[in-house]
């Protein structure tokens, strides 16, 4: 069965430090699916990012990038110059190809960004 | 595009009541929707996968016949939570799919908070 595990339960930085959350995950397909959503206190999920297992490139999207590691299942994300707006939980998530779009979620990271 | 809508937004009933909530693909039809639940400061857990005109699948450890799912069409899923008690307020999030195949991203609804009296 598929898993994510994201060990940092809260994290604390004040603004306009980098940070970068953390995500490994497990699974027996080879064809697999990771995501990372942003749930600010209002509770709506925020998409981020979707890879898919073949594609390890590392993407940057703004202040947002993701290391994609298959060597160590991981699917780190990193915030640059973070800031007051990005406090919010986030949340890992992976898919198996072959398991009915079934998206197993880690346990979150509470990201607070002090002014 | 791709928009889920949840109604209602937040609902609070009494204890041995049932409560019905709908989910909605506003702008395209979902081959599938899924219902999660999340407690406070946890993670979101699946609670069922349907698809449009078949039986919901539900995961281990929930009850179908207290978390009643139909999905009745292509744009919409109905959650019942039958006889609530206290311990089930929670957040229930749906999402809807249109793809086919796993890993299609999944548009997830505001979510819907229940409270239990």
């Known amino acids: 069965a598929q898993k994510v595990t994201q060990a940092q339960t809260e994290i604390s930085v004040v603004e306009k430090e980098d940070v970068t959350l953390d995500c490994v995950y497990e699974t027996r397909d080879t064809t697999y699916y990771l995501f990372w959503y942003k749930q600010p206190p209002s509770g709506e999920l925020v998409f981020l990012i979707r890879r898919n297992s073949f594609d390890e490139q590392n993407e940057i999207s703004g202040r947002y990038s993701w290391n994609f590691q298959k060597s160590t299942s991981s699917f780190n994300f990193t915030i640059t110059a973070s800031q007051v707006v990005d406090s919010a939980v986030y949340f890992c998530?992976?898919?198996?190809?072959?398991?009915?779009?079934?998206?197993?979620f880690g346990a979150g990271t509470r990201l607070t960004v002090k002014p | 595009g791709a928009v889920v809508s949840q109604h209602p937004s937040w609902v609070i009933c009494k204890s041995g009541t049932s409560v019905k909530i709908e989910c909605r693909s506003l702008?395209?039809?979902?081959?599938?929707m899924f219902w999660y639940r999340q407690f406070p400061k946890q993670s979101l857990m699946l609670m069922a996968t349907?698809?449009?005109?078949?039986?919901?699948?539900?995961e281990q450890g929930v009850e179908k016949d207290k978390f009643l799912i139909n999905h009745a069409s292509l744009t919409l899923s109905t959650l019942t939570v039958t006889s609530a008690h206290p311990e089930d307020s929670s957040f229930y999030i749906c999402?809807?799919?249109f793809g086919a195949g796993g890993g299609d991203e999944q548009y997830f609804g505001p979510g819907t908070r229940l409270t239990v009296t």
């Open positions: 702008d395209f039809q979902a081959t599938t």
């Open positions: 999402s809807a799919t």
């Open positions: 349907s698809n449009e005109g078949s039986k919901a699948t539900y």
């Open positions: 998530a992976l898919s198996e190809a072959g398991n009915n779009n079934d998206m197993r």
